[in-house]
């Protein structure tokens, strides 16, 4: 199909003569033929006057629109002035006060019937039957049949595109749609304002060239008037508007927070200032369509005190799409993005989920655990919390209360099976030396990777190993087959630690001197000007009378006094 044959006010009737409804089940999203006995619609109107537009506006409307949602049938206007009638005996009842009015207003019967229809829909769950419509496609559209398009494709239109009082027969609406009237768009948030007027009739666009920035159906789109408004009213990269800011922090007193305020209040005057300005334009048209980013922003638009668009206007609807940056141009793509027919996916079948699923019974069988496995696992949980926490004394007593063999005692871990392999690769040095020491534990035992724990202890825990050989001697045990380095004192460790650190610290202060020295021979080198800018020429009996040694002397002394007085100033 042709993109020019798609456009809803100017449908071809080869377009709409190849069009059958899509009925979909609500819980399955599955195509269901139905016949044409069957009401199109669950929520159409039990009456003879469908087409009423009083119908649409009164409260049974809404009602039976809340009905349908909860995949209940509609209500006759004389079950719903009984249910009315129910309700308002219902809270005279329940009311201890002789003074009360009795007389409740409508609004508030029909709050409480909706309320209930809430309750029933929560606590009935899943256990409702699905229905059948052609809005149960979980999606912005209504999905039509067409032989025009691939069997597995369908022909949408948007939702939002049909008025209420038009859902009911949305093909006949489609064949009928008049070219002539126009529609509203407006657009705002982050301190952008976009709205126009927009005709039904596109415009003739032939001759007219390809454009990179607008496609042919951009280009007729026949903008009757249109306004675009920016204000400065959010911060860069934190987004959000002040008000908004102010309401969760507090009141900012920057200079920036001033500005943005008062764009705020500007944007807000001149945006209503537009709306009753356009006004009568606003009273023609068939449909409102508006996005605008939170609440607040709504509001600029809709439901202010003297505001040109109520809330309850029928033809007030949100764009069923992400739109960007408030711009006319961003008006025109969302103009032709609505108001054309689209060639979409089929709804996805979803498989219904059984209400009592019994679990499969594994095959395996469970493994039960005897009570020595337990208290192992027990002895083991408390052995290792002590360890992290390291706790010398009560890990000695708790040990030997217990009789536990700290070189046969395994943990459930094959690379760190014993104490010592746990102590020892957790980098716990003090323990290590406690169970070396105190506990007798074997430093010669390895883990399942063939490895002792000296092997896969950190550097300041193999360390205490080497204290530990020179501490208990060579008889101790075979110390080169645990991997342990030569024995070491204390003292001998840390006076090694010590020369080590001076000579990381000389060789730092050697690297500052060559790199002063360096720059005190650059700038040496550097040629010299006199106070009046002309190039200085040195004196040719500075160094004359002097030998080559004596002058690389010199020049070394002068790069001396130089690097030293840079390191003072450094130092300092």
């Not at 819980?27 to 039990?46: F, G």
């Amino acid at each position: 199909m042709n993109q020019d044959d798609l456009y809803v006010y100017n449908l071809p009737g080869k377009v709409t003569n190849s069009l059958e409804l899509l009925y979909f089940d609500s819980k399955t999203l599955e195509n269901i033929k139905v016949e044409d006995s069957v009401s199109p619609n669950p929520q159409k109107k039990p009456t003879t006057e469908s087409h009423d537009i009083d119908y649409y506006k009164s409260d049974l409307y809404r009602y039976n629109l809340k009905r349908q949602l909860n995949d209940l049938p509609p209500v006759t206007e004389d079950e719903f002035d009984k249910l009315l009638e129910e309700e308002s005996i219902e809270s005279l009842s329940g009311s201890d006060d002789d003074d009360n009015d009795n007389d409740d207003s409508e609004e508030d019967k029909l709050q409480s019937l909706m309320q209930k229809l809430e309750v029933n829909a929560s606590t009935n769950g899943d256990d409702e039957e699905s229905t059948v419509s052609y809005l149960n496609t979980k999606s912005p559209f209504i999905l039509f049949k067409s032989p025009l398009v691939p069997a597995d494709k369908a022909v949408g239109v948007y939702k939002a595109v049909l008025l209420p009082a038009q859902l009911n027969e949305p093909i006949q609406t489609l064949e009928k749609f008049p070219q002539t009237g126009k529609s509203a768009l407006f657009m705002i948030g982050g301190g952008h304002f976009a709205g126009a007027i927009v005709s039904h009739a596109k415009k003739n666009t032939r001759g007219n060239a390809r454009s990179t920035k607008e496609s042919l159906q951009e280009q007729a789109v026949d903008i009757i008037v249109s306004k675009t408004f920016h204000r400065y009213t959010t911060r860069r990269k934190q987004g959000g508007s002040q008000s908004a800011s102010d309401n969760a922090r507090g009141k900012a007193n920057s200079a920036g927070s001033s500005i943005r305020r008062y764009n705020e209040q500007a944007l807000i005057q001149e945006v209503r200032e537009l709306l009753q300005e356009w006004k009568h334009h606003l009273d023609e048209c068939t449909s409102i369509y508006i996005r605008a980013n939170g609440a607040s922003n709504r509001k600029i638009l809709v439901g202010y005190e003297g505001a040109v668009i109520e809330n309850k206007d029928d033809r007030l609807r949100s764009f069923p799409f992400t739109t960007k940056r408030a711009t006319t141009h961003e008006l025109k793509r969302a103009w032709v993005e609505l108001m054309h027919l689209h060639v979409v996916d089929l709804p996805k079948v979803v498989k219904k989920k059984q209400k009592e699923s019994t679990p499969e019974r594994s095959t395996t069988p469970k493994v039960t655990k005897s009570p020595e496995e337990i208290k192992h696992e027990q002895l083991a949980t408390e052995v290792v919390g002590l360890l992290k926490r390291q706790k010398a004394p009560k890990l000695i007593s708790f040990i030997k209360q217990n009789s536990i063999d700290v070189d046969t005692f395994k943990l459930d871990n094959t690379h760190t099976p014993t104490l010592l392999h746990y102590a020892a690769a957790n980098g716990l040095g003090h323990m290590v030396q406690v169970l070396l020491v105190n506990l007798k534990a074997s430093p010669t035992v390895v883990n399942g990777a063939g490895r002792t724990p000296a092997e896969i202890a950190d550097s300041e825990a193999r360390k205490v190993f080497q204290i530990v050989r020179h501490k208990l001697g060579e008889e101790h045990c075979d110390w080169d087959a645990a991997k342990v380095g030569p024995p070491k004192s204390k003292e001998e460790i840390e006076e090694a630690e010590k020369a080590k650190t001076e000579q990381v610290k000389l060789e730092k202060q050697k690297l500052i001197q060559d790199e002063l020295a360096k720059k005190t021979e650059m700038e040496l080198k550097k040629p010299k000007f006199s106070s009046s800018g002309v190039l200085a020429t040195h004196k040719p009996d500075d160094l004359s009378g002097l030998s080559e040694q004596q002058k690389m002397r010199l020049m070394r002394e002068q790069r001396a006094r130089a690097a030293e007085a840079r390191l003072k100033a450094m130092q300092k």
